[in-house]
């Protein structure tokens, strides 16, 4: 860091993010890093300032361990003899590898009830994600690029359910699902999932769509393709990143989902979520399933988290209002 | 969407782009408008709409549905006491997550702009994010475990505690009833029955800890020696690895006990007091001639070991840290984009004005983020209010009903043997009520953004 100043480091990140004005600035890179003919910051404020960055950077360092012993502890947990699990803490493992072993995962893995619920939540969760994307695109079209009668208040109608919060439809559906005979199977979280993934994915798909440019939805058009053609020929392929970023998100909450499955589901039709939670009432007997089986339901999320981290991060954000 | 990775999110959860003046490319039929909207309006009206018609309802009828009971669910909120301590919680949090969290995503957002590492920083913060709250709340568990050999915040806490409070406690000593001390069997205090005189050195001997298991290694004690008119003797752990050695007898091989207390009693009022030395010996003042001896039972306590987490009192801010830990990275990754958008000159201008780094953060940073730093506040809110598998599953089953919030206790009325679908409906409104203002917020936002 000797090269740059504070003042550098502050405005200098090294990702080109700096927003196009403030590159555009005529001032903004030679002031920056003190060379510009501006006032240098004092001697004195300059060394306070980069012994602050030493600072700084070991907090930064203590923060980033602080965040990750959690998640390491329960991997470490999971790769012990179980026989030292009550002897020592995870933390022991660094120091005596002999406590290394992958006993816990071939016992989990033989586990039936964690396996089938493994196979449940993906019969949960990839038709909850797929239905919620082609309904959401289907109405996200129709509200972008459709004329009819009330388009803009049947859209803020929809807009205006996003943060209904599930658990008011938790009685509802309860009976509901009871009334047509699907309360206790996948169905129930799959209907509950998709009713309520819909107003984000139209919200987001038809604020995409509306970016579209006119000329080329009119080019297709000359072409002959009618609505259902150009829906699926021109719109869907252009849309890719949105709907990528809303599969992700939609499938990351049905896949972490607890609340709705504990309710809708039972014994045989349960996902990973809820099947762990069952353990949980006796976390310490349990410790042996729950370390390997919660580190299982948090890999295929981890590992989606850092292959997509762009769509993740703006499907995320866009939909935490949920 | 074109943000770079973990730099920048999208607009925030209310934004939306102004949508231009648009017409149909096509005169649509009406017939295929409907093919387009009717399964998601379908979806949204029989899993949304109608659940939020039917709970307002079933909300005012008792817990069978048979009788009506108008507003009384909602005064039951106020008056069951296990309902009541959910709001209280749910308030609680509420009050205090939002900001937690915001001001974490603060920091991190304005401190990680200053170093070359921000991009893997912010991937370490913001990863508990794509984890289910269920794998968050085992992981948790762990940490908070009472045991410092098995949870890592206790091993912490106990680990800077002895460090700073010398541990001197012996649990597992006592007198040998061979000894002169009487006491019961275990704990102490444990007092001479002979009372002491200057210039014969005290022995107290105290067995029933393997020596390997003294508390740091002191070495071997030492029998005291007169000291004029002071009142000396020696604490140590009569026993030998191996046997051997001379009960009540100080043989130069047994281990010293440094750190225990010493009390001269007279007629049951402590007149002098000592601590024995690395040795094992102590000193009395001349007042102590003619006491009794007594080792209390403070000596013989347990080791610190650290706080009760998850016990009645802490459980709830242990869950607000698990919840800290996981949504910090929304916030952080929100703001940043936020400040990648903060105009350079204006900061650069405070510099130049004489302010210092705290003032431009202050003056400056601050107010230019407040927009996004309303945002994420809201959406941390939201989401707060609807806490539910974190207590669920952090709070271990005898304190639930301290850790309790509404949304939990929501699932607990209606779905746990009460079986009450009168009161959780209730709970449901009342949920529902505390996020109408933010629907109202986005719909006006909507409404003022969009075409005319």
Do not use: C
């Amino acid at each position: 860091m000797s090269e740059s100043s504070a003042a550098s480091e502050f405005s200098g990140p090294t990702e080109p993010k700096a927003p196009a004005e403030a590159k555009a600035g005529p001032v903004t890179a030679p002031s920056a890093d003190g060379t510009g003919g501006r006032p240098r910051p004092s001697l004195a404020a300059r060394i306070a300032s980069r012994s602050g960055g030493g600072v700084l950077r070991v907090f930064l360092i203590l923060m980033a361990l602080l965040w990750l012993t959690p998640t390491l502890g329960l991997l470490a947990s999971s790769f012990r003899d179980p026989g030292e699990m009550t002897e020592s803490g995870w933390w022991t493992v660094f120091t005596e590898p002999s406590q290394f072993t992958s006993e816990l995962y071939s016992t989990l893995l033989g586990n039936d009830t964690i396996t089938d619920a493994l196979v449940n939540t993906i019969w949960i969760t990839v038709p909850s994600t797929v239905l919620v994307v082609v309904f959401g695109a289907m109405a996200g079209y129709a509200f972008a690029w459709m004329d009819f009668k009330g388009r803009d208040w049947w859209f803020v109608a929809v807009v205006g359910l996003l943060v209904v919060p599930i658990q008011i439809a938790l009685i509802p559906l309860a009976r509901l699902f009871g009334d047509i005979g699907v309360f206790g199977s996948i169905v129930g979280p799959i209907l509950f999932h998709v009713g309520f993934g819909l107003p984000f994915a139209v919200f987001l798909l038809r604020n995409f769509f509306a970016e579209i440019p006119r000329e080329l939805l009119e080019a297709a058009r000359l072409d002959g393709a009618g609505e259902v053609r150009l829906f699926f020929t021109v719109v869907m392929p252009l849309a890719g990143p949105a709907l990528a970023s809303l599969a992700i998100f939609q499938f990351l909450w049905v896949w972490n989902d607890l609340l709705v499955a504990l309710i809708f589901t039972d014994t045989s039709s349960q996902p990973l979520t809820v099947a762990l939670t069952r353990e949980t009432r006796a976390f310490s007997q349990n410790i042996e399933t729950l370390a390997p089986g919660a580190f299982l339901s948090l890999v295929i999320p981890l590992a989606v988290f850092f292959a997509f981290q762009r769509q993740f991060v703006s499907g995320v954000m866009a939909g935490a209002v949920k | 969407m074109s943000t770079p990775a973990v730099s920048a999110g999208a607009a925030g959860p209310a934004g939306v782009p102004p949508a231009k003046p648009r017409k149909s490319v096509l005169g649509t039929k009406p017939g295929v408008v409907v093919l387009f909207l009717l399964p998601a309006l379908i979806m949204l009206g029989a899993l949304v709409v109608y659940p939020i018609g039917y709970s307002v309802w079933r909300s005012l009828y008792d817990e069978t549905g048979d009788g009506f009971v108008g507003l009384g669910n909602y005064g039951d909120v106020f008056t069951d006491d296990a309902t009541f301590t959910a709001l209280k919680n749910t308030a609680i949090w509420v009050a205090i997550a939002p900001a937690l969290v915001t001001g974490l995503g603060l920091i991190f957002a304005v401190l990680t702009e200053r170093v070359r590492w921000q991009t893997a920083f912010k991937l370490i913060i913001f990863m508990p994010m794509a984890i289910s709250m269920l794998a968050a709340g085992i992981i948790f568990r762990l940490v908070y475990e009472a045991d410092p050999d098995q949870g890592v915040a206790n091993a912490v806490v106990v680990g800077v505690h002895d460090t700073f409070v010398e541990s001197t406690a012996y649990p597992k000593a006592s007198a040998p009833n061979w000894s002169d001390m009487e006491g019961p069997r275990a704990k102490g205090p444990y007092t001479t029955k002979s009372t002491v005189s200057a210039g014969e050195p005290a022995l107290l001997p105290l067995v029933g800890l393997p020596p390997d298991k003294v508390p740091g290694d002191p070495g071997p004690a030492k029998a005291a020696e007169a000291a004029g008119d002071k009142i000396t003797g020696t604490v140590w752990l009569d026993f030998q690895k191996g046997g051997g050695g001379e009960k009540g007898v100080v043989d130069g091989k047994e281990s010293a006990l440094p750190g225990v207390k010493v009390e001269a009693v007279k007629d049951g009022e402590v007149v002098a007091s000592a601590t024995t030395g690395d040795d094992g010996t102590f000193a009395l003042p001349k007042e102590a001639d003619g006491a009794q001896l007594r080792l209390p039972a403070s000596n013989f306590g347990a080791a610190y070991n650290g706080l009760d987490w998850l016990g009645p009192s802490l459980v709830t801010p242990a869950v607000i840290g698990a919840y800290a830990w996981m949504w910090a990275g929304f916030a952080m990754v929100l703001i940043a984009a936020g400040l990648a958008g903060v105009d350079r000159n204006l900061l650069e201008a405070a510099r130049v004005d004489g302010a210092n780094e705290w003032q431009v953060f202050r003056r400056v940073t601050v107010p230019l983020l407040a927009p996004v730093l309303v945002v994420v506040f809201v959406t941390l809110m939201i989401n707060v209010m609807k806490i539910f598998d974190l207590v669920y599953i952090i709070a271990p089953e005898p304190v639930q009903d301290d850790a309790n919030v509404l949304a939990l206790q929501l699932y607990l009325v209606a779905f746990g043997p009460r079986a009450d679908y009168g009161l959780g409906s209730a709970i449901a409104i009342v949920l529902f009520i505390l996020v109408l203002p933010v629907m109202i917020i986005n719909i006006r936002r909507l409404r003022k953004e969009g075409p005319r």
